[in-house]
């Protein structure tokens, strides 16, 4: 039960930590000042961790919470290379 409830607010935290970013990318439309390595990494990590709740624990808190930063990751990463280079 614990459980469940920390990792709830793990997965709003992650959500909202991730929204600024991604509607700053929209907004401007510039990715120039990101670093596309750290978020090839990031998604890397996230797609490893989602691949783990998966076949691992089983648990959907888990498997939500992980495919949701694996969402939000992919969503800046894909939007930084677009924008990427735009004045």
Do not use: H, R
């Not at 990101?34 to 996230?46: A, E, P, R």
């Amino acid at each position: 039960m614990l459980g469940n409830i920390l990792l709830g607010i793990v997965s709003i935290c992650t959500m909202i930590s991730y929204l600024p970013q991604t509607i700053k990318l929209i907004k401007t439309k510039k990715s120039n000042d990101l670093s596309i390595n750290s978020w090839i990494l990031w998604v890397t990590s996230s797609l490893a961790y989602t691949l783990y709740a998966v076949l691992c624990s089983k648990d959907f808190m888990l498997i939500f919470e992980t495919s949701l930063e694996l969402t939000f990751c992919l969503i800046i990463l894909l939007l930084a290379l677009k924008y990427k280079n735009n004045k």
